[in-house]
């Protein structure tokens, strides 16, 4: 094909023109195509949909119209070959479930399916599990291999949930042999659905993938030899899509759960129908929703010229598996042509320099494109892909967008035709002779097997892991280095266990993503429920940051703070294991879907909470933290909504001082960040309290930090409240939910206090001890009976003597200084001396 080709040597060099006769040439063939391919929708040659353990035909959803045929069927395409299997129907499908998922083939030995293949090429095929217990079998119990003509392509499989599993292949022969192997004699398979249908013309192209490495960009050749798993199939910037969406009948997800700084993004959408052009993407590559919708640099509070990436960390399971990443774009960003130039980073890798989408795609905007890459996961098991301003990129239109993602597992076939045949003829035999010793036996040599294979990785894992933890060497730290090294050696945790917790970092398990990467939910053998943090090599947060937060965490325990449960460094792994906190972040009960509406007794009660873990930071045992990172989302609730402060420890080594772009990019953005810090470059406890007063305000209000969708002064809410504030008429900015629930007092209590923590000059703010016994008070003031002679007064220059006087605050607000596994409602020492002197002060500001 002369145009990918020509595609070919404009991505090899992306700043050569091309010459004139060319680009003639090119416009003319455009034209000519255009009036060729004008496209309906796409029906494969090959369409071979199977209802496995059915007699009926029936079609996937009310929307999904194509029909699945019975696998009962005779005569007809697809037939079941060998073996023992059969059907199975659940009895009690859910309400909700497809019909296709009600009914199962279930394989008790080994036993196949044989497609007949009417076209030569690359085929998509789809294995649907939907596992449900019947006649004896619970299908989430199974465990088996599939082998397509020999080929080994899912092995030891078992599921416990529904899962859709995707490849893309060439299948070169008149018929497709599916095997179903199961691990062992005692053992099944089973599948509920298959899909095997022809992919469009050029789906897999073998010239134009570029192999991005350490040793730069190569290009790489014959990519539809490879057998390729579909890991993340991403709508950047969109909502989900669903088969019915989607000219393959692919599903996409939304990317905002694998943004590694979601507030570095920002949602871009047209109403206006992309311009598909030959040579560049068409429908079947990924149909117009996706390429509608994309993420751009938020630059929303920031200065328009600030540079930094985007960047996505998409966890695939292991390190070093190499990965066919497929990257969609569409200008819908730029106003004229030539606006936007950008970089691409694979796992940190340059991928593609000044990519200019206009000169590509013709000189058309809105024009759908996508690059094929090739790169090997990382060692902590992912891919991350950034984007980020080209040097070229004029000041003012500092820009950089991403449309989709596709990451696919590569296979590589001849490899695994030697371990498959070895292995086919151990399960024939295992299954003639029968036996459980035999099964053993195969066990045995399958681990024998792959423990050979691993050999030779070893010596990088080890090099590339970090020794064991010594102490961290920062000044402000030094005290840390009394911890003895037991006490954190008494909590570690095997990375098997991990494992086994996160049912091997299963995808459906993430509760959250950061800086740092991945957080899964996951449950320990003993029982206990515990959230897995998963670090990315590469991410913000690296080795000093985690072993700084083993460090602080094993030493620090206390109520409302979140507690560490262990921690892994097998396998260059650097894992957290934390206390599961129920209720999630305090963030998710504020605002947005599914928000809790809590009453302001609660609030206040979660203010406090979280007051008293900040102040044990700052002043308790462990002395002189500064958390550094204040935000709703770092504050946890547990199941009865008792507030606790995470992620400390791992902002306070100073992550990206030396970052000063993320820095600049933060300030607005974040929302939540010390104004006084890019003045000193220097962050103090103080900082904390600026971040805090933030939260206050979210919490009173129900809104984000910073919601680049307002008007201009609204987006920032530190900033736009004090407005409110400062006239004295906060109440008409409240959550609404709280309308006619606070009483007057309690609330210009609170108003005051988030004022005061907002200061400009950190010495201008409270200490977080004054904080607390202020929203203690504010408490205080929204119990106290209305009717009550000694209903405190509300002006505030008259606090300071009523608040020291035990008569009004009838039981004193407890702050904790010393303990460490205390509960926080111990003896309590409150600091009268100081406690309201600069609130005094500033009194007026
Ligand atoms: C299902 O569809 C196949 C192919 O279209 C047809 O041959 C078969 O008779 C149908 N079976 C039933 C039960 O409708
Ligand atoms: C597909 O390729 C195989 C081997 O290359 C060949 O034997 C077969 O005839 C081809 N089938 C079709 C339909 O082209
Ligand atoms: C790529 O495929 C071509 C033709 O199919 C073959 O001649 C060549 O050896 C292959 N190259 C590699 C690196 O596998
Ligand atoms: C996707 O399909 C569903 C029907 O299943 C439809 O309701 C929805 O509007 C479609 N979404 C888009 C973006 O077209
Ligand atoms: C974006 O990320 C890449 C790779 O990590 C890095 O080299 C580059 O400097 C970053 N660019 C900006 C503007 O932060």
Same mark, same amino acid.
């Given at each position: 094909m002369s145009l990918s080709l020509f595609f070919s040597s404009l991505l090899?060099?992306p700043?050569?023109p091309p010459s004139m006769e060319a680009n003639t040439l090119l416009l003319l063939s455009l034209a000519l195509l255009s009036l060729i391919c004008f496209s309906t929708s796409f029906s494969p040659t090959d369409n071979l949909l199977?209802?496995? !353990?059915?007699?009926?035909?029936?079609s996937f959803t009310s929307t999904d119209s194509r029909i699945f045929?019975?696998?009962?069927?005779?005569?007809?395409p697809?037939?079941?070959?060998?073996?023992?299997?059969?059907?199975?129907?659940?009895?009690?499908?859910?309400?909700?479930?497809?019909?296709?998922?009600?009914?199962?083939?279930?394989?008790?030995?080994?036993?196949?399916?044989?497609?007949?293949i009417k076209r030569n090429g690359t085929h998509l095929v789809r294995?649907?599990?939907?596992?449900?217990?019947?006649?004896?079998?619970?299908?989430?119990?199974?465990?088996?291999?599939?082998?397509?003509?020999?080929?080994?392509?899912?092995?030891?499989?078992?599921?416990?949930?529904?899962?859709?599993?995707e490849y893309v292949f060439r299948v070169d022969?008149?018929?497709?042999?599916?095997?179903?192997? $199961?691990?062992?004699?005692?053992?099944?398979?089973?599948?509920?659905?298959?899909e095997v249908f022809s992919a469009p013309k050029d789906f897999i192209l073998d010239e134009g993938a570029?192999?991005?490495?350490?040793?730069?960009?190569?290009?790489?050749?014959?990519l539809s030899?490879?057998?390729l798993?579909t890991?993340?199939r991403i709508n950047v910037g969109g909502s989900k899509l669903v088969p019915f969406n989607d000219t393959l009948w692919r599903t996409w997800?939304?990317?905002?759960?694998?943004?590694?700084?979601?507030?570095?993004?920002?949602?871009a959408v047209t109403t206006h129908v992309p311009n598909y052009q030959s040579g560049g993407a068409s429908r079947e590559i990924a149909p117009e929703n996706v390429y509608m919708t994309a993420?751009?640099?938020?630059?929303?509070?920031?200065?328009?010229?600030?540079?930094?990436?985007?960047?996505?960390?998409?966890?695939?399971?292991?390190?070093?598996?190499?990965?066919l990443?497929r990257l969609h774009f569409c200008d819908i960003v730029s106003t004229s042509l030539n606006q936007l130039?950008?970089?691409?980073?694979?796992?940190?890798?340059?991928?593609?320099?000044?990519l200019d989408l206009s000169s590509l795609t013709f000189h058309v905007l809105s024009s759908p494109m996508y690059f094929d890459f090739?790169?090997?996961?990382?060692?902590?098991?992912? =891919?991350?892909?950034?984007?980020?301003?080209?040097?070229?990129?004029?000041?003012?239109?500092?820009?950089?967008i991403l449309n989709g993602v596709e990451?696919m597992?590569?296979?590589?076939?001849?490899?695994? &035709?030697?371990?498959?045949?070895?292995?086919?003829?151990?399960? =024939?035999?295992?299954?003639?002779? !029968?036996?459980?010793?035999?099964?053993?036996?195969?066990?045995?040599?399958?681990?024998?097997?792959?423990?050979?294979?691993?050999?030779?990785?070893?010596?990088?894992?080890?090099?590339? +892991?970090?020794?064991?933890?010594?102490?961290? +060497?920062?000044?402000?730290?030094?005290?840390?280095?009394?911890?003895?090294?037991?006490?954190?050696?008494?909590?570690?945790?095997?990375?098997?266990?991990?494992? %086994?917790?996160?049912?091997?970092?299963?995808?459906?398990?993430?509760?959250?993503?950061?800086?740092?990467?991945?957080?899964?939910?996951?449950?320990?053998?003993?029982?206990?429920?515990?959230?897995?943090?998963?670090?990315?090599?590469?991410?913000?947060?690296?080795?000093?940051?985690?072993?700084?937060?083993?460090?602080?965490?094993?030493?620090?325990?206390?109520?409302?703070?979140?507690?560490?449960?262990?921690?892994?460094?097998?396998?260059?792994?650097?894992?957290?294991?934390?206390?599961?906190?129920?209720?999630?972040?305090?963030?998710?009960?504020?605002?947005?879907?599914?928000?809790?509406?809590?009453?302001?007794?609660?609030?206040?009660?979660?203010?406090? !909470?979280?007051?008293?873990?900040?102040?044990?930071?700052?002043?308790?045992?462990?002395?002189?933290?500064?958390?550094?990172?204040?935000?709703?989302?770092?504050? %946890?609730?547990?199941?009865?909504?008792?507030?606790?402060?995470?992620?400390?420890? %791992?902002?306070?080594?100073?992550?990206?001082?030396?970052?000063?772009?993320?820095?600049? !990019?933060?300030? +607005?953005?974040?929302?939540?960040?010390?104004?006084?810090?890019?003045?000193?470059?220097?962050?103090?406890?103080?900082?904390?309290?600026?971040?805090?007063?933030?939260?206050?305000?979210? =919490?009173?209000?129900?809104?984000?930090?910073?919601?680049?969708?307002?008007?201009?002064?609204?987006?920032?809410?530190?900033?736009?409240?004090?407005?409110?504030?400062?006239?004295?008429?906060?109440?008409?900015?409240?959550? $609404?939910?709280?309308?006619?629930?606070?009483?007057?007092?309690?609330?210009?209590?609170?108003?005051?206090?988030?004022?005061?923590?907002?200061?400009?000059?950190?010495?201008? &703010?409270?200490?977080?001890?004054?904080?607390?016994?202020?929203?203690?008070?504010?408490?205080?003031?929204?119990?106290?009976?209305?009717?009550?002679?000694?209903?405190?007064?509300?002006?505030?220059?008259?606090?300071?003597?009523?608040?020291?006087?035990?008569?009004?605050?009838?039981?004193?607000?407890?702050?904790?200084?010393?303990?460490?596994?205390?509960?926080?409602?111990?003896?309590?020492?409150?600091?009268?001396?100081?406690?309201?002197?600069?609130?005094?002060?500033?009194? +007026?500001?």
């Amino acid at each position: 094909m002369s145009l990918s080709l020509f595609f070919s040597s404009l991505l090899m060099n992306p700043r050569k023109p091309p010459s004139m006769e060319a680009n003639t040439l090119l416009l003319l063939s455009l034209a000519l195509l255009s009036l060729i391919c004008f496209s309906t929708s796409f029906s494969p040659t090959d369409n071979l949909l199977v209802n496995c !353990g059915s007699n009926t035909n029936t079609s996937f959803t009310s929307t999904d119209s194509r029909i699945f045929v019975s696998d009962s069927t005779k005569q007809g395409p697809v037939s079941l070959s060998k073996g023992q299997s059969i059907s199975l129907k659940n009895q009690n499908p859910s309400p909700n479930s497809p019909t296709l998922y009600s009914t199962a083939r279930v394989f008790t030995t080994a036993s196949s399916y044989q497609f007949n293949i009417k076209r030569n090429g690359t085929h998509l095929v789809r294995f649907h599990f939907s596992p449900f217990k019947a006649q004896g079998f619970d299908l989430s119990t199974a465990k088996f291999s599939i082998l397509v003509n020999g080929n080994l392509l899912l092995s030891d499989f078992s599921t416990k949930v529904v899962v859709l599993k995707e490849y893309v292949f060439r299948v070169d022969s008149n018929a497709l042999e599916i095997l179903f192997s $199961p691990v062992c004699k005692s053992s099944f398979g089973f599948v509920n659905a298959i899909e095997v249908f022809s992919a469009p013309k050029d789906f897999i192209l073998d010239e134009g993938a570029k192999l991005v490495s350490a040793n730069g960009i190569e290009v790489y050749k014959n990519l539809s030899s490879h057998v390729l798993e579909t890991i993340h199939r991403i709508n950047v910037g969109g909502s989900k899509l669903v088969p019915f969406n989607d000219t393959l009948w692919r599903t996409w997800i939304p990317d905002d759960d694998f943004l590694v700084l979601k507030s570095a993004a920002k949602r871009a959408v047209t109403t206006h129908v992309p311009n598909y052009q030959s040579g560049g993407a068409s429908r079947e590559i990924a149909p117009e929703n996706v390429y509608m919708t994309a993420q751009q640099m938020n630059k929303d509070n920031n200065p328009l010229q600030s540079r930094f990436n985007i960047t996505w960390n998409f966890p695939v399971g292991s390190g070093g598996v190499r990965h066919l990443v497929r990257l969609h774009f569409c200008d819908i960003v730029s106003t004229s042509l030539n606006q936007l130039y950008f970089d691409v980073y694979l796992n940190g890798y340059s991928a593609y320099n000044d990519l200019d989408l206009s000169s590509l795609t013709f000189h058309v905007l809105s024009s759908p494109m996508y690059f094929d890459f090739i790169v090997d996961s990382n060692d902590l098991g992912a =891919v991350q892909v950034s984007i980020g301003p080209s040097a070229v990129s004029s000041l003012m239109k500092v820009n950089a967008i991403l449309n989709g993602v596709e990451i696919m597992k590569m296979v590589n076939p001849s490899h695994l &035709r030697n371990e498959s045949k070895k292995r086919t003829v151990w399960i =024939v035999a295992a299954s003639s002779i !029968g036996g459980f010793v035999l099964c053993l036996a195969v066990f045995v040599v399958i681990l024998a097997c792959k423990c050979k294979k691993k050999k030779p990785k070893p010596t990088r894992v080890e090099s590339a +892991g970090w020794t064991p933890l010594r102490v961290y +060497g920062g000044s402000t730290h030094s005290r840390m280095s009394e911890v003895t090294v037991n006490e954190y050696r008494s909590l570690k945790i095997p990375f098997a266990d991990v494992q %086994l917790a996160t049912n091997n970092f299963d995808n459906s398990l993430i509760i959250g993503s950061g800086g740092f990467g991945m957080v899964f939910k996951g449950v320990l053998k003993d029982n206990t429920k515990v959230a897995v943090k998963r670090g990315v090599p590469g991410s913000r947060q690296g080795l000093p940051e985690f072993q700084t937060e083993i460090t602080v965490l094993s030493k620090i325990r206390h109520r409302h703070l979140v507690s560490l449960v262990g921690y892994c460094e097998e396998q260059a792994e650097m894992i957290l294991v934390y206390e599961y906190m129920e209720k999630g972040p305090l963030k998710k009960h504020l605002y947005g879907p599914g928000c809790s509406h809590l009453s302001w007794k609660q609030r206040l009660e979660i203010c406090i !909470g979280a007051a008293r873990g900040l102040h044990y930071l700052h002043t308790g045992s462990a002395q002189g933290i500064i958390h550094r990172d204040i935000k709703s989302t770092n504050i %946890l609730l547990d199941e009865n909504y008792v507030a606790k402060v995470a992620d400390f420890g %791992l902002s306070r080594s100073g992550p990206c001082l030396d970052e000063t772009h993320v820095s600049t !990019g933060v300030k +607005g953005s974040f929302g939540y960040l010390d104004p006084e810090y890019f003045r000193r470059q220097q962050l103090t406890d103080k900082s904390d309290v600026y971040s805090f007063g933030v939260v206050l305000l979210e =919490v009173l209000c129900a809104r984000p930090a910073v919601d680049p969708l307002l008007a201009r002064e609204q987006v920032n809410l530190a900033e736009w409240a004090m407005q409110w504030q400062k006239k004295g008429i906060l109440e008409q900015i409240i959550d $609404p939910h709280l309308m006619g629930q606070i009483k007057q007092n309690s609330l210009k209590k609170f108003g005051e206090t988030a004022e005061k923590c907002l200061a400009d000059y950190g010495v201008d &703010r409270p200490s977080m001890g004054d904080v607390l016994w202020n929203l203690e008070y504010a408490l205080q003031l929204q119990e106290s009976d209305s009717k009550s002679s000694r209903e405190p007064r509300d002006d505030s220059n008259a606090n300071a003597a009523e608040l020291t006087t035990p008569r009004i605050a009838p039981q004193a607000p407890s702050i904790n200084t010393e303990t460490e596994t205390d509960s926080g409602d111990g003896p309590s020492e409150i600091r009268n001396s100081q406690v309201f002197s600069q609130l005094m002060t500033n009194d +007026g500001r």
